[in-house]
């Protein structure tokens, strides 16, 4: 696939915590878009474990790691709302063609989004395929019904999830460069957990 020109992906993630599926996310959007966007933010359809602060600090600690110059952390993106986001990403890149990018696991949800309709009229939907989250053809069916244009990302994540991490902290489910912080301030428990 062609990195395309003005073209921007955004990935906003609960990122509660990152995982090594959000750093080969990231990892392999850097191969194919010329910008890629990240953020932590809330979703409404989410209990979340610690505060956005924090989990913004894991994310920007990976994306540190990671360090590459088509990768950007842009917190004020950040809104529980799609459509919101999308309103300040288009303030900030006016030229811009964007692709939001999700995991296979959420696209249902997008029908469902606050405004679909106008959020899919101004950006494409880029779905990485998690492993265990097939996408079915009802789904692209409905995101198309509304107007939205759907890109199948190239890649698949491994089956690595924060939820997972959460049920048992693990350091070997979460990149290398969180553990210290995790550890120094005992964030899911793993400090406790690794005893």
Do not use: C
């Amino acid at each position: 696939m062609k990195s395309k020109i003005n073209s921007i992906a955004l990935f906003g993630t609960s990122a509660d915590p990152p995982t090594l599926g959000h750093q080969a996310l990231l990892s392999e959007l850097i191969k194919i878009f010329p910008k890629v966007i990240t953020w932590a933010s809330d979703n409404p359809d989410k209990k979340h474990h610690i505060p956005l602060q924090k989990r913004t600090e894991l994310l920007n600690i990976l994306v540190n790691k990671i360090s590459h110059p088509k990768l950007e952390l842009v917190q004020e993106l950040s809104s529980p709302r799609t459509i919101h986001t999308l309103k300040k990403a288009l303030q900030l890149w006016p030229e811009a063609r964007f692709s939001f990018v999700i995991g296979s696991d959420l696209a249902v949800q997008i029908p469902k989004w606050l405004h679909a309709k106008s959020i899919l009229n101004k950006a494409k939907i880029a779905i990485a395929i998690r492993d265990g989250w097939p996408i079915s053809h009802n789904q692209i069916k409905e995101i198309k019904k509304l107007g939205g244009e759907i890109e199948l990302l190239p890649f698949y994540i491994p089956p690595s999830s924060s939820s997972k991490f959460r049920e048992k902290p693990q350091e070997g489910l979460v990149p290398s460069a969180l553990v210290p912080k995790l550890l120094k301030e005992n964030l899911y428990g793993l400090a406790e957990n690794r005893k």
